[in-house]
Nanobody, 124 residues
Framework: QVRLVESGGGLVQAGDSLRLSCVASLRTFSTYAMGWFRQAPGKEREFVAHIGSSGVRRQYADSVKGRFTISRDNTKNTVYLQMSSLKPEDTATYLC?????????????????WGQGTQVTVSS
């Protein structure tokens, strides 16, 4: 059974930075793509960023491009999301996801496993 545990969320001011982490409990972590999504109250879950199994291929939502960086450490079964220049509209629950495939996808329905999420709140 795959377990994903996020951490690093919090309350910050606009312009601040945060780094989210997600630890996965499976030995084959390095063979799967990982992604970050977010969901604000009353809104649909949306794609933020994903990274391929090797860490080379990455993709970002237009709304975070240039401000967020996704990375992974396969020796630690961990994926990160470095967020900078945060805006109030970035406020959401951020969820880590694992896709049973080496490459990621922007389609939320193509991700098999999800964490519980970590709350990020950005005040203006």
């Amino acid at each position: 059974q795959v377990r994903l545990v996020e951490s690093g969320g919090g309350l910050v001011q606009a312009g601040d930075s945060l780094r989210l982490s997600c630890v996965a409990s499976l030995r084959t972590f390095s063979t799967y793509a990982m992604g970050w999504f977010r969901q604000a109250p009353g809104k649909e879950r949306e794609f933020v960023a994903h990274i391929g199994s090797s860490g080379v291929r990455r993709q970002y939502a237009d709304s975070v491009k240039g401000r967020f960086t996704i990375s992974r450490d396969n020796t630690k079964n961990t994926v990160y999301l470095q967020m900078s220049s945060l805006k109030p509209e970035d406020t959401a629950t951020y969820l880590c996801a694992l896709r049973s495939y080496p490459l990621g996808s922007q389609n939320v329905n193509e991700w098999a496993h999800w964490g519980q999420g970590t709350q990020v709140t950005v005040s203006s």
